[in-house]
């Protein structure tokens, strides 16, 4: 991806994305009760104006961090800063949809070569040699 389109997703992302400020979790003292530093960041896959073939792709990852309803739900809390906990979210947004941006490989069947082949059973017979020779022995 180009980096002109990356900053073009990125602020896509940021536009139709919806963010809430939280109380976020663990220790923190004092500080962790009073402040909504951690963020939850939903993006409707559905909504959005992504192209429809990114759609579908993102809809068929199998991902706990997208419900059935085709929302993508990111909560951000690493940091104590509100500003910070936002930029992780979006960082990770945008590498859940550039990673299925693109269309996966389609995979081209092969045969096994003939050497291939011969390797395989000269190594299966000297297997069967090797088990053939641990039985019990005869007197």
Not at 13 to 26: C, I, K
Not at 57 to 64: E, H, I, M, T
Not at 78 to 99: C, G, I, K, M, P
Request: net charge positive.
């Amino acid at each position: 991806m180009s980096p002109a389109a990356e900053q073009r997703l990125r602020a896509l992302l940021a536009a139709e994305s919806t963010v809430s400020a939280v109380r976020a979790q663990g220790p923190g003292g004092q500080n962790v009760n009073k402040v909504s530093s951690a963020i939850h960041l939903r993006f409707d896959i559905g909504a959005s104006s992504l192209p429809d073939d990114w759609k579908e792709r993102l809809r068929a990852v199998s991902d706990q961090r997208i419900n059935a309803d085709g929302i993508v739900v990111i909560k951000a809390q690493s940091s104590r800063s509100r500003e910070a906990n936002l930029a992780d979210a979006l960082q990770r947004l945008f590498e859940l949809v550039a990673a299925h941006a693109s269309a996966p490989r389609v995979r081209r069947a092969t045969r096994p070569t003939f050497g291939s082949k011969l390797r395989r059973l000269e190594s299966k017979s000297q297997r069967s040699a090797i088990k053939a020779g641990r039985g019990k022995v005869a007197d």
